[in-house]
T-cell receptor, first 114, second 113 residues
Framework: DAEITQSPRHKITETGRQVTLACHQT?????MFWYRQDLGHGLRLIHY???????NKGEVSDGYSVSRSNTEDLPLTLESAASSQTSVYFC?????????????FGQGTRLTVV | QQQVKQSPQSLIVQKGGIPIINCAYE??????FPWYQQFPGKGPALLIA?????SEKKEGRFTISFNKSAKQFSLHIMDSQPGDSATYFC????????????FGTGTRLTVIP
């Protein structure tokens, strides 16, 4: 079955370290997204991609970067982790651009920055 | 600035009750309004979605009511069950697709047996 997987599921890192969260989908979806989920804020879009070599900033992109070298993967990098980036991170993918289609979410990565 | 405002933050109902979750938006460019359901430790999953050309959509026990003039939409869960206990998020996006999904802050629903 097609799926979207995130790794690791849990991560503790120190302030100032670079951290990369992995996201891999097997649906061959063009669209991929990264959200962070915080109490009182819901899910907020960090970065998104419409296809290979395409990346775009979302509403809370400062301190994060992504790269899209193939269809299946969109890794999220925290350049220099800060305590404010302690959150649960969700990756999602959807079928195509130009139509409102269902976004499928991964299981999430709980990141703690100490 | 929250693009989609959701209330209440939490809701407790008895089994069989009809919880109602409300959302409001300002951006008239939004034309797709999904609801996502999230269980603890899991990612959100699409529950039901509506476009503004209809005022109501029903799928099983879940109904979305949409009021375009008021820029409000709501989720009703008929005959609620303990298994419906979860966090519910409303969302909205414009014509460019699911890429710019703006989520509400979530409602934690508890259905008491």
């Amino acid at each position: 079955d097609a799926e979207i997987t995130q790794s690791p599921r849990h991560k503790i890192t120190e302030t100032g370290r670079q951290v990369t969260l992995a996201c891999h989908q097997t649906w061959n979806h063009n669209n991929m997204f990264w959200y962070r989920q915080d109490l009182g804020h819901g899910l907020r879009l960090i970065h998104y991609s419409y296809g290979v070599q395409d990346t775009n900033k979302g509403e809370v992109s400062d301190g994060y970067s992504v790269s899209r070298s193939n269809t299946e993967d969109l890794p999220l990098t925290l350049e220099s982790a800060a305590s404010s980036q302690t959150s649960v991170y969700f990756c999602a993918s959807s079928e195509s651009r130009g139509r409102n289609t269902e976004a499928f979410f991964g299981q999430g990565t709980r990141l703690t920055v100490v | 600035q929250q693009q989609v405002k959701q209330s209440p933050q939490s809701l407790i109902v008895q089994k069989g009750g009809i919880p109602i979750i409300n959302c409001a938006y300002e951006n008239t460019a939004f034309d797709y309004f999904p609801w996502y359901q999230q269980f603890p430790g899991k990612g959100p999953a699409l529950l039901i979605a509506i476009r503004p050309d209809v005022s109501e959509k029903k799928e099983g026990r879940f109904t979305i009511s949409f009021n375009k003039s008021a820029k409000q939409f709501s989720l009703h869960i008929m005959d609620s069950q303990p298994g419906d206990s979860a966090t519910y998020f409303c969302a909205a996006s414009g014509q460019t697709g699911a890429n710019n999904l703006f989520f509400g802050t979530g409602t934690r629903l508890t259905v008491i047996p």
